[in-house]
């Protein structure tokens, strides 16, 4: 018989104990640094995410609690929500929410990363939100497909092809933190295969001679990474 995972009891911990104790675990050094990572501190301890990261792990994986964490608003539940989160019990319609919920590069790129990366529905919603007009859903988008891309080891190159459009059609949105993504994502896909390299790097070199501004910096910052010789030798290497 499978050994079942072992999850934490709502009986035990609830989130106002949690919030409490990322109180405690918050410093003012940590608080006073996220300016500088573009980071809102408004709602925010100042809690290291390693920190968080220990004390996600201590918890375990809890569905329930990582929805009551979230409707704190609280920077470090919200981070914490999406390690402790159960991939197969998150919904779409949760997904749109926290979605539009995303006020930093932090909390979204930590989402994608750690959870939504991992449902269903993620494929979905990377063709979703691509052509949204907010700036951090649009960037959940791309940050998406640049997590499919590293962790997601079975999905056909194929798949990863039919992105290219998308990135292509939203490098001339000048918004730092779209067109950061869009390149984290195009740089992501070219890492997976030589045939996506190859369709990445011809993609990337034609934005970088475009017209507008945004794609040229995308295009180039793709360019410099996806040209680097240990990335080409280790897609040549066999298998």
């Not at 990322?22 to 290291?48: E, H, Q, W």
């Not at 470090?76 to 402790?84: H, S, T």
């Not at 997590?147 to 997601?152: E, K, T």
Request: hydrophobic share 45%; aromatic share 8%.
């Amino acid at each position: 018989m499978a050994r079942r995972t072992k999850r934490a009891q709502p009986s035990v911990i609830d989130a106002d104990s949690v919030v409490a104790t990322l109180r405690r675990l918050a410093n003012k050094k940590t608080l006073d640094g996220m300016a500088r990572y573009a980071i809102p501190s408004d709602n925010a301890f100042g809690v290291p995410v390693n920190v968080m990261q220990k004390l996600a792990k201590k918890l375990g994986r809890h569905h329930l609690l990582a929805a009551d964490l979230w409707a704190t608003g609280w920077y470090e539940a919200r981070m914490l929500a999406c390690f402790l989160d159960e991939p197969e019990r998150v919904t779409a319609a949760q997904m749109e929410r926290w979605c539009r919920d995303f006020d930093s590069w932090a909390i979204c790129d930590t989402a994608c990363f750690h959870l939504f990366d991992r449902t269903p529905y993620a494929w979905r919603k990377v063709e979703q939100w691509a052509s949204r007009d907010e700036e951090f859903v649009k960037r959940t988008s791309f940050a998406l497909m640049a997590c499919l891309a590293l962790h997601n080891k079975t999905a056909d190159d194929e798949w990863f092809a039919e992105c290219l459009p998308l990135i292509e059609r939203a490098a001339d949105d000048d918004r730092n933190f779209v067109k950061k993504g869009v390149s984290w994502a195009l740089r992501s896909i070219g890492r997976r295969s030589l045939e996506l390299h190859r369709a990445a790097v011809a993609l990337a070199q034609g934005l970088a001679i475009s017209k507008e501004r945004s794609a040229r910096w995308i295009g180039k910052d793709a360019l410099r990474d996806l040209k680097k010789p240990a990335v080409v030798k280790r897609l040549k290497a066999p298998a």
